[in-house]
């Protein structure tokens, strides 16, 4: 399960490969700070990026980026109180509405561990960032997650897991779900099911190093 990111693109970066898509990005809060940060954990704050409403002829497709908080706590049955910051996507629909949704969640590599090394007494962290000339066609990852409104923390997010692709498997069970960016305006317009758009990552997609 993914508990830890890291994040060290530029607002100018995303700013730019949402204009080559021809997605309108709203900062509604004003520009957010983006300082590089190296590990982004539960409940930090980061950006995540979702559909905005738009003005434009025809209801047209925006995006607004926002800051906001990393889980959102249970409230009830054997993990309440716990943070939930993964959730699965298996069986599971994902649509937007005035107090949740789907959401993006950019980072730079997000990192897994594994057992400890012999000799060594902590597990072996590793960090998965995106292979040059990938299946992923970008410099940076973009998670897909949902956020939600919570009567305790107010807005938060959440990532998505699913079946980990073969750059991940050999690291871990499970993977968070990884989107192109051919595929970042139709997950934030919430029209496509979500089931059409979550897969594993393609081989080759990820290049995993030690942290």
């Known amino acids: 399960m993914c508990n830890e990111a890291a994040r060290r693109i530029s607002l100018g970066q995303i700013r730019e490969d949402w204009s080559q898509i021809k997605i309108p990005l709203l900062f509604p809060e004003g520009l957010p700070n983006m300082a590089p940060l190296d590990s982004i954990r539960i409940t930090d ?61 950019p980072v730079d590599g997000f990192y897994e561990f594994t057992a400890p090394e012999p000799g060594q007494k902590r597990k072996t962290k590793w960090i998965f960032t995106p292979a040059p000339g990938g299946a992923l066609a970008g410099d940076y990852l973009c998670i897909a997650g949902v956020w939600r409104t919570h009567e305790s923390v107010g807005e938060a997010f959440t990532m998505l897991t699913g079946t980990p692709g073969p750059d991940v498997a050999p690291y871990h069970a499970r993977q968070v779900v990884l989107l192109p960016r051919a595929r970042w305006a139709d997950w934030i317009a919430g029209t496509i099911p979500s089931a059409d758009l979550i897969a594993p990552t393609p081989a080759g997609s990820l290049v995993a190093a030690r942290a």
Do not use: H, M, Q
């Not at 409403?53 to 047209?60: F, K, L, R, T, V």
């Not at 925006?62 to 993990?79: M, Q």
């Open 45 to 105: 704050p980061t950006v995540i990026i979702r559909a905005a409403a738009s003005d434009a002829p025809g209801n047209a497709l925006a995006a607004e980026l926002v800051t906001r908080r990393w889980s959102w706590p249970l409230t009830s049955g054997p993990g309440a109180g716990k943070p939930l910051y993964n959730l699965r996507s298996e069986g599971r629909r994902f649509g937007n509405s005035a107090s949740g949704g789907r959401c993006l969640i």
